[in-house]
């Protein structure tokens, strides 16, 4: 095209170029917007017009940015509003059921993130900027659109069209976040009881007749929908889907201590034992070294003993450090225990998929590492807001206990009626893959004899129910809730309310999924009809 109307005096440029054509090729490249107009000389360039988003209609002036401010984000609009207002206000509660975390806690983890020094952390996203291109997004925007990722499992898409961010940042943004969250965040939330700490672990199963007893271990399966189709038969197992499998360790106030993994789903609890750190430390005797405890023996006498435990299904080792309940036996009282003991860490497997969706949904990601990654930071997620409501504490308290007789054992037994399990008709095939150490049956039999003795004594206790042992703060109650006569409340982010009373199941005869909350209620370890001496029979004799 000529470069002004001086060029094309003549019409000389129009005539060589379209011919016959040039009257309408003239009034095509002059009048035409997308090729500009002719004015003082020079072509003028359009103006870009701004994006509509989110319903908002356009504006005539030209805007210096062509994407929504990032202050009028859905997710820093409630954040704003959540961070005026107490715990119990309704808008704290709102923030909380959306982003699985209170604003305190948020406000935490936003400042470990901005000093983190991280690429993501230290960019020019808290800057407003001017120039062409989206606006800057700011940390706190991205943070909170991860939260809601794992709080309900939403995809990219879902989240960018919700909080304003462009869905390849949040790409960009979300794994490398995950990955720090499953190392800094993760090391300094979930580690193992240390001084006070694990006197207070041993304190509690010491209550439940469990001496020497440090934390329940099991195995929890994640789906992975993008498993690769060659690692397919490494990744299903019992489950018959690919799946990721983590061994968690767990004590009773549902605080996670330990996470081993992740590991392909197809393998067994006897291979993620053998690999596990921590339980190698127990077996070794280097954990909890020197630490003693005191058992009653069957004529009432007390020995000292050392070496910790975890109390286990039947699917892993038979090791001293690991208790599991009897398999097969005509009377189950010690048996039936453990198993209402161990249900903590069903419950907290339950509790953490109902808080964060994203680990009961198949996840989509592409990076083996980052699934991993996911759940890890599930996992500090959740003990940070067990030390935020004060449930790490439970059982710590003479308060938080009741006391359990024999009379109100015998009589929940015969109200829930005696056990119909099959007896194993090849117990030495179904316990071949199992390793035993020379210990073991001794150790469960000083551990029969202490429990009988502990309920001869009336020294059973079992823990209350958290709303008497820490109630939840009340929310403010509105003028049109008092009149009405009740309170302002919001729907709770997925914590079971009935997490003192854990009944048991019938896992000992197997391995258990972990998948959900057990049911409320405890069945007393007491037997109708059976002595704790038939017991120790049965067990002596396997």
């Not at 715990?87 to 709102?94: C, N, Q, S, V, W």
């Not at 976040?177 to 006197?199: C, D, I, N, S, Y």
């Not at 190698?280 to 405890?293: D, E, I, R, S």
């Not at 939840?472 to 009373?501: I, K, M, N, Y």
Request: net charge neutral; proline share 5%; aromatic share 8%.
């Amino acid at each position: 095209m000529p470069q002004s109307e001086d060029d094309d005096a003549d019409g000389s440029w129009y005539d060589m170029q379209f011919g016959a054509h040039t009257d309408i090729a003239r009034q095509h490249f002059s009048g035409n917007p997308m090729y500009g107009v002719w004015a003082g000389g020079r072509r003028q360039k359009r103006k870009k017009q701004p994006t509509p988003w989110c319903g908002d209609l356009q504006s005539d002036q030209p805007m210096k940015r062509w994407r929504h401010p990032a202050d009028k984000s859905p997710y820093l609009q409630l954040l704003h509003r959540a961070s005026s207002v107490p715990e119990g206000h309704r808008d704290a509660k709102l923030f909380r059921r959306r982003f699985r975390l209170p604003f305190k806690v948020f406000d935490d983890l936003y400042q470990r993130a901005r000093v983190s020094g991280e690429k993501w952390a230290t960019t020019k996203m808290e800057q407003d900027g001017s120039g062409r291109g989206a606006y800057a997004q700011p940390l706190r925007n991205k943070v909170l659109a991860a939260l809601r990722i794992l709080g309900r499992g939403l995809d990219y898409d879902t989240v960018a069209w919700e909080s304003g961010i462009s869905e390849s940042l949040i790409k960009k943004f979300f794994p490398p976040f995950m990955l720090w969250m499953a190392t800094h965040v993760f090391a300094a939330e979930v580690r193992l009881p240390q001084g006070q700490e694990l006197k207070d672990a041993l304190h509690v199963y010491q209550q439940l007749g469990l001496p020497g007893c440090v934390c329940s271990v099991d195995g929890v399966h994640v789906a992975w929908d993008a498993c690769p189709a060659s690692d397919r038969n490494l990744h299903v197992g019992k489950e018959g889907y690919p799946t990721k499998a983590f061994n968690v360790c767990v004590l009773h106030t549902r605080e996670i201590i330990h996470v081993a993994g992740p590991v392909a789903g197809a393998t067994n609890d006897l291979t993620q034992a053998a690999y596990d750190d921590f339980l190698q430390q127990l077996k070794m005797g280097t954990f909890g070294a020197g630490v003693t405890y005191k058992l009653y023996l069957a004529d009432g006498s007390e020995r000292v003993v050392s070496g910790l435990y975890a109390i286990c299904d039947n699917g892993y080792h038979h090791w001293r450090c690991l208790m599991p309940p009897i398999k097969y036996a005509s009377s189950c009282c010690w048996s039936r225990h453990v198993e209402s003991v161990r249900k903590d860490s069903e419950c907290t497997f339950g509790v953490l998929k109902k808080r964060f969706r994203v680990l009961r949904l198949p996840m989509n990601y592409r990076l083996e590492g980052l699934v991993g990654a996911v759940f890890k930071a599930c996992c500090a997620l959740h003990n940070i807001l067990l030390r935020h409501d004060g449930l790490s504490t439970l059982g710590h308290y003479p308060s938080d206990w009741k006391k359990l007789s024999a009379e109100q054992m015998q009589a929940e037994w015969l109200a829930r009626g005696a056990r119909n399990r099959a007896p194993c008709t090849t117990p030495a095939t179904c316990e071949a893959a199992h390793e035993k150490d020379s210990g073991f049956d001794s150790r469960r039999l000083e551990l029969i004899a202490h429990f009988t003795q502990h309920i001869q004594r009336n020294g059973l206790r079992w823990p209350k129910k958290r709303g008497a042992c820490r109630p939840v703060p009340s929310a403010p109650v509105t003028r049109r809730a008092r009149d009405a006569g009740v309170s302002d409340g919001v729907e709770s982010d997925g914590l079971a309310q009935s997490d003192g009373d854990v009944r048991e199941s019938d896992d000992a005869s197997g391995e258990s999924d972990g998948e959900g909350v057990s049911d409320s209620g405890w069945v007393s370890p007491a037997s109708a009809g059976h002595s704790m001496d038939e017991e120790a029979e049965d067990c002596s004799s396997r």
